[in-house]
């Protein structure tokens, strides 16, 4: 194939994905469940080189020119193509653009759209469909676990259930089933200090983690199952208890790492007022300052009119549960 196009979306975890126990292949050492979302979206073109024996990786800007790509998220880049290039013993020159739809390394899981997309349109010119059950893997080769779950719509657990940890994601409910809002609060739009690497890295120096690992299954069937019947209450419940858990594991590590910012927590606890008041609204934090507050359809709209005059917000974002990855006929050059 001579152009390919895609567009792959982020993903918000409601139960988190955090320690691993093989850095170099990204196995998790529990399994996350997520909500792939329909706004937040990377795009990517990418096509065989006419010229020259490099990758050309570039960046598209919002006035809409191609920059090169630089320091890490080059590194990234070229690491992950190599990964997918061993894959597919496919070993032509690329030129590569990209665009997020959204604030970059700021705890919108920008690594998870971005790295699937460029997996996903990796795989198309390699022949494959965006139904292939290797997709995750492929994802998965950039070193983000989230990723692995990004190339799937709705509501994803990855591994799989009753999967090993090197097994693909698998959705077990589409968005339809219950198109969930997810309105972000962006606190801070700038990149993290911490990576997510590193807190995987430091999750096991936490006194609390062991812990934390053996509650965690139950939790994710009993989420799993307030999804399918659609039980807002043990949704709520769930998903606060565990964001709360996973930040107080960073927070406990050694180092400790505090992603909150003070407008975090005000969110956080605004949110719970508006459930006390009867709104059927929640939220979570990933590994950022950022929240992401969930709720149903019919109370979208007075949950914005409550928050909306938060203080220390720069900006909110509207999205909701998505379908998953599109191949597109419009490419970025
Ligand atoms: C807190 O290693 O997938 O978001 O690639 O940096 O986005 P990035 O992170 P990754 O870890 C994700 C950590 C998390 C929880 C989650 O998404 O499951």
Not at 143 to 164: C, D, L, M, T, Y
Request: aromatic residues 6%; charged residues 15%; proline residues 6%.
């Amino acid at each position: 194939m001579n152009k390919v196009s895609v567009s792959s979306p982020s993903n918000i975890a409601l139960i988190k994905y955090w320690g691993m126990s093989d850095a170099q292949r990204t196995l998790p050492n529990n399994a996350s469940l997520s909500m792939t979302l329909n706004q937040c979206v990377s795009y990517c073109t990418l096509t065989p080189q006419t010229s020259g024996t490099c990758d050309e990786l570039l960046w598209k800007t919002a006035s809409g020119s191609l920059l090169p790509v630089q320091g890490s998220m080059r590194l990234g880049i070229e690491q992950h193509l190599q990964q997918l290039r061993q894959h597919f013993d496919d070993w032509q020159p690329l030129r590569i653009a990209t665009v997020n739809s959204f604030p970059t390394g700021a705890g919108i899981a920008s690594s998870a759209s971005g790295f699937s997309a460029l997996a996903l349109a990796f795989a198309l010119r390699c022949g494959q469909s965006l139904n292939s059950p290797d997709l995750s893997q492929l994802a998965r080769l950039s070193g983000s676990g989230s990723a692995a779950r990004s190339v799937i719509g709705g509501f994803v657990q990855w591994p799989g259930h009753h999967g090993q940890p090197g097994g693909p994601a698998k959705q077990f409910a589409p968005a339809q089933h219950w198109p969930l809002h997810d309105l972000i609060a962006v606190v801070d739009a700038g990149h993290k200090n911490i990576s997510s690497r590193q807190g995987h890295h430091l999750a096991a120096s936490s006194p609390f983690y062991s812990t934390r690992l053996r509650l965690l299954p139950e939790r994710l069937d009993s989420l799993r199952e307030a999804i399918l019947n659609r039980d807002f209450n043990t949704l709520a419940d769930t998903v606060e208890r565990e964001a709360v858990e996973m930040h107080m594991i960073a927070m406990t590590s050694q180092p400790p790492i505090f992603y909150w910012q003070p407008a975090t927590l005000q969110i956080l606890e605004r949110v719970r007022q508006l459930r006390h008041e009867g709104l059927q609204v929640c939220a979570t934090v990933d590994a950022g300052p950022n929240v992401h507050v969930l709720c149903t359809p019919q109370d979208a709209s007075a949950i914005v009119t409550a928050l909306r005059t938060l203080p220390g917000v720069e900006q909110w974002i509207f999205d909701q549960a998505g379908d998953g990855p599109r191949q597109l006929e419009h490419h970025l050059f």
